[in-house]
């Protein structure tokens, strides 16, 4: 079954309002990935928390980890038109091996 | 350099033709991917190559047959697909690391079209 399940699936919202994103896993975690993919093209790592950490910043992006929950979020703040993008999580699920969550569709509006 | 390059980017092929997905890198990764995308659904592992040897294979049917001649370069022979292997066809890299797993760096990916 899928490791990652991400909520909102969609989420729009007006340009310099926070965007705040989840992810849920179902086993134990060395660490939690999220990735963003522009439409069509590649992923592009954002941000890597390891499991005994429990929020981890990078210019506008906060992201926090609760291990007991097996729960992560993504925060960001002041968007951008530019971040229009789909945002995945991802676990591993085993050595050298990723498990993408769902993912959530963001749309900045001007 | 960190770019993983993938040619082609748009490949549109019939069931019965032969074509290869290419994918290269240079920044010192021993861990290469290879992913399949649909619309609106995430990336799906279907290899891991370790050290230029296959070290994960998702099940996935013999008609896609993985190849990594060095440790820069992964290819991806195709044969015989079928119209439902339309897709996006994402190549990664990664340094590799015991029984964890570090940030994965992706191209831009290779849209395929089978008719």
């Known amino acids: 079954s899928q490791q990652g399940e991400e909520d909102p699936q969609a989420l729009s919202i007006q340009e310099g309002e926070n965007a705040t994103m989840n992810c849920s896993y179902k086993?134990?975690?060395?660490?939690l990935q999220w990735y963003r993919q522009n439409s069509g093209r590649g992923l592009v790592h954002l941000i890597l928390i390891r499991s005994n950490e429990r929020e981890k910043h990078s210019g506008r992006l906060r992201v926090t980890l609760d291990t007991s929950k097996k729960s992560s979020s993504l925060l960001i703040t002041a968007s951008r038109a530019a971040d229009t993008a789909s945002y995945f999580c991802?676990?591993?699920?085993?050595?050298?091996?990723?498990?993408f969550g769902q993912g959530t569709r963001l749309t900045i509006n001007p | 350099d960190t770019e993983v390059t993938q040619t082609p980017k748009h490949l549109v092929m019939g069931m019965t033709n032969k074509k290869s997905l290419k994918c290269e890198q240079h920044m010192g990764h021993r861990a290469m991917y290879w992913y399949k995308q649909k619309a609106k659904k995430p990336p799906e592992l279907m290899f891991v190559?370790?050290?230029?040897?296959?070290?994960i294979n998702e099940s996935v049917p013999s008609r896609f047959s993985p190849e990594c001649p060095n440790s820069s370069l992964l290819n991806l022979h195709l044969h015989a697909l079928q119209p439902e292997d339309s897709a996006l066809y994402l190549c990664a890299s990664s340094q590799v690391q015991g029984q964890g797993n570090y940030e994965q760096y992706f191209g831009p990916g290779t849209r395929l079209t089978v008719t």
């Open positions: 991802a676990t591993g699920g085993g050595a050298q091996k990723l498990v």
């Open positions: 190559y370790s050290y230029e040897k296959l070290s």
């Open positions: 086993t134990s975690i060395n660490n």
